[in-house]
């Protein structure tokens, strides 16, 4: 359902001030993590404070790294979260605070803090006011957590809502129009389901990837609406017979 959640820098990202600091702390870190926990937290507090000029990836991911060592090693839950916090404090309104409120809402999930975790999915535009692309992150992870949370409901209401305030990204992405699909789908709301699939049909780009994503979504929309699984497996058969 969700996407695989990328901390490394992008390839083309410009090299800032940090970058060779950052490498060099990194592999330190990376050991001493294994060894003293404390220890690599503390170093990696004090490098945050003497790298003013850390480019916010490297940074957010850091932010991830300590939190990691709290909640796990360290077993301090309430320190991982502040540390979440202090993260997002500092790169609000950047685009790579949202792996912070991911790994924020994933440690709230597993200490039993539903209501919070959600909480944290529905209050990210006040980290980066109308960013769709940070939204579009975002979206599949909260549509997970709401299935975990057997709220299969509000997860369609999610991405109906993401797709109708940003109706770019339906011509930009077929991944959240997919998404939106198959959860109706396995509603059994088929007309719905056609619907946006006839929409993304009609303004995908045009290219053969794009098409191809389409005429399959809309396919598959199609065929549930007005076949039963026994006429699609005699057509299948049909097709397959040679003779």
């Not at 993590?33 to 170093?43: G, H, I, Q, S």
């Not at 796990?72 to 979440?84: F, Q």
Request: glycine fraction near 8%; include cysteine; charge should be neutral.
């Amino acid at each position: 359902l969700c996407p695989i959640l990328w901390l490394a820098v992008p390839a083309q990202a410009a090299p800032d001030s940090g970058t060779t600091a950052y490498d060099t702390f990194s592999k330190r870190f990376k050991e001493q993590e294994k060894t003293d926990p404390a220890a690599a937290l503390a170093a990696a507090r004090s490098f945050l404070q003497q790298t003013p000029g850390l480019h916010p990836s490297r940074g957010a991911a850091l932010y991830v790294d300590m939190a990691a060592l709290q909640s796990g090693p360290l077993k301090d839950t309430a320190g991982a979260l502040a540390t979440y916090d202090e993260g997002l404090a500092k790169y609000a309104n950047s685009y790579y605070c949202r792996v912070l409120l991911v790994k924020k809402a994933q440690l709230l999930m597993g200490l039993g803090r539903g209501d919070e975790a959600e909480a944290v999915y529905k209050d990210w535009p006040k980290w980066v006011a109308g960013d769709s692309m940070m939204g579009g992150f975002l979206a599949p992870y909260y549509v997970q957590l709401l299935h975990q949370r057997g709220k299969d409901g509000p997860a369609q209401e999610a991405l109906r809502g993401y797709l109708q305030a940003h109706p770019s990204e339906v011509e930009r992405d077929a991944s959240f129009t997919q998404l939106l699909v198959n959860e109706l789908l396995a509603a059994g709301k088929t007309d719905e389901a056609l619907g946006w699939a006839k929409q993304y049909f009609m303004v995908c780009p045009y290219r053969e990837g794009d098409i191809n994503k389409a005429s399959q979504l809309l396919m598959r929309a199609w065929t549930a609406k007005y076949l039963s699984t026994a006429k699609v497996q005699e057509l299948a058969a049909a097709q397959a017979d040679p003779t």
